[in-house]
């Protein structure tokens, strides 16, 4: 199907085999046909035109005016207008590319919550259970564990491949307690590094590595084999360690840690392929969960580069 992508200031169309990273019960609600949505490459977000979705849930013959009035009535969703609103290049009715106002997920659900309609209900109930089962999560962290893993499980990967992941979990935490530690506060910048130490270690971005999977907004770990997540967790075991004897002071110095951190498990990856005579780089992600757990593929670089 064609959908629209964002990327370098500008909108294009491509296309795309039919989407399936959207969870069923958060749209399900909405007919691609009459929601113009667009995917950010930069933000990995779906964007969403807000016109359309109020136009959707509310049966409104002039969505402009019912925002209008809805801003007027929400002082709190008025006030955080412009940081929910981003314009983005879209298709306009008159066919022509135009900036409209969209919104993320993030933002589109704090809009819904304003919206007093029937079709805005199932989605409000779905957020409120989702906010209940967060604080579940935080009173009781176990939960959280338990859920991840009935999740996994339920998608098929193996009990070997959860607990690893389980385990990358808990040292990705360690890493980014550290990166705060070190005075690292803006999500941006933790994407920076995150960016900078995948690079390091396995000798592509997180970009590049996610078109290798064939992946758009899915998390890149999760669809790793197991010798992927045990070299990223090297380089993020390795990067922790050396962030607490170095005590890094702000982005500059916490960089060269990571390339530090990340070169350690940059030459394991390199040994390991020499001694196996291919990459261990795969292309192999999650639609075959199986296939994460076959630590001997070599369906991912051709080439032999990686």
């Known amino acids: 199907m064609k959908a629209y992508v964002f990327s370098e ?4 169309a491509v296309e795309i085999e039919e989407d399936t990273s959207l969870a069923k019960e958060e ?3 909405f007919d691609d046909q009459t929601v113009r949505k667009v995917w950010h490459i930069d933000e990995e977000e779906w964007y ?8 959707v849930l509310t049966d409104s013959s002039d969505p402009k005016q019912y925002i209008k009035k809805m801003r007027t009535r929400d002082k709190e969703l008025n006030s955080k207008w412009g940081t929910i609103c981003t314009p983005l290049p879209m298709i306009a009715h008159d066919g022509k590319m135009r900036r ?20 805005a209900e199932p989605l ?19 939960k959280a564990i338990d859920r991840a893993v009935a999740t996994y ?13 389980l385990r990358a979990i808990e040292i990705r935490k360690e890493l980014t307690d ?7 506060e803006d999500s941006k910048d933790f994407a920076i590094l995150t960016n900078l130490l995948t690079a390091a270690w396995s000798g592509k971005s997180v970009n590049a590595y996610k078109k290798l999977k064939g992946l758009h907004k899915e998390n890149l770990r999760d669809n790793m084999t197991n010798t992927e997540l045990a070299l990223n967790l090297l380089a993020e075991v390795s990067t922790t360690e050396i962030s607490r004897t170095r005590q890094p002071k702000g982005m500059a110095q916490s960089k060269e840690v990571v390339l530090s951190g990340g070169k350690i498990a940059g030459n394991a990856r390199r040994e390991l392929k020499e001694e196996l005579g291919r990459s261990v780089i795969s292309s192999s992600n999650a639609t075959d969960p199986e296939a994460l757990d076959d630590t001997t593929s070599s369906d991912s670089d051709n080439n032999g580069k990686i």
């Open 178 to 184: 550290e990166w705060k530690n070190s005075g690292i």
């Open 27 to 29: 749209f399900e609600f």
């Open 124 to 142: 409000k109930v779905w957020l409120a259970k989702v906010g209940a089962e967060r604080l579940d999560e935080y009173a009781d962290p176990e």
């Open 100 to 119: 409209i106002q969209a919104s993320n997920t993030e933002g589109l659900f704090r809009i819904i919550q304003s919206i007093p309609s029937p079709k």
């Open 153 to 165: 499980q339920a998608k098929g990967y193996s009990d070997k491949w959860i607990s690893q992941r």
């Open 48 to 55: 969403f035109a807000i016109y359309d979705i109020v136009a």
């Open 9 to 12: 200031n500008q909108t294009r």
